[in-house]
């Protein structure tokens, strides 16, 4: 079973006892996801990008519904965007993929949606796992390149840049990891541009939210 991006960071981002997602700050999940759709894109071979600009290369449908509407408005325009400016063009329709995403791993059995009401009112949704295989091997696989000199795959490559720039690196290793493999994320993240990009776009759009805020970008559980 091949998952999205947006399944991988899903998983990642749920605490599995509680199922909840893990606070992200107050810009949530949604430049993840919406960087996840483009790193989705982008592995399918329907978009290319440099550190410039994102060009659409191939607009016929994935079959995936929560790549084909992105993929479509990208289509549709008629001047370039860089990967920041999509992120940030896509999240509007970050609930979407989310939304989508979940229903996806609820169906394939791997996790459980419970609903509460709370003050009889308002409904609270939690997802707890109920077959934890793939969000295991998707964690073996990046701890195996993160703690090794191995030639990670290309979708290895881009999802390794993705956590990285999610601040969720901490979801796979401990602490002392984290910081040990700096130089390991930043040598992965050389090996292609679209992670370059999609890195520095997800990362310095968090930044902004966080700034202004008053805060800085981080996770807690």
Do not use: H
Not at 21 to 36: C, I, K, S, T
Not at 185 to 191: A, G, T, Y
């Amino acid at each position: 079973m091949v998952l999205t991006f947006a399944e991988e960071i899903l998983l990642l981002a749920l605490d599995d006892e509680s199922g909840r997602f893990v606070r992200m700050g107050a810009q949530g999940l949604g430049y993840p996801l919406a960087g996840a759709v483009l790193m989705d894109l982008a592995l399918r071979g329907k978009i290319d990008a440099d550190l410039e600009k994102v060009e659409v290369i191939d607009a016929s449908p994935t079959g995936e519904k929560l790549l084909d509407g992105p993929l479509e408005r990208m289509a549709g325009e008629s001047e370039s965007f860089s990967a920041r400016e999509w992120v940030g063009r896509l999240l509007p329709e970050a609930d979407a993929v989310e939304e989508g995403a979940l229903s996806r791993l609820v169906e394939r059995g791997i996790l459980r949606l419970e609903e509460k009401k709370i003050l009889w009112v308002f409904k609270e949704r939690r997802y707890p796992m109920v077959d934890d295989t793939e969000e295991k091997e998707v964690k073996r696989r990046l701890v195996d390149v993160l703690l090794s000199d191995v030639i990670p795959s290309p979708r290895d490559v881009a999802l390794i840049a993705l956590v990285d720039a999610c601040d969720l690196l901490g979801t796979i290793l401990s602490a002392r990891e984290v910081e040990r493999v700096g130089p390991r994320v930043e040598q992965i993240r050389k090996l292609d541009l679209i992670g370059q990009a999609m890195t520095s776009a997800v990362w310095n759009l968090r930044l902004e939210i966080a700034r202004s805020m008053g805060g800085a970008p981080g996770i807690s559980y």
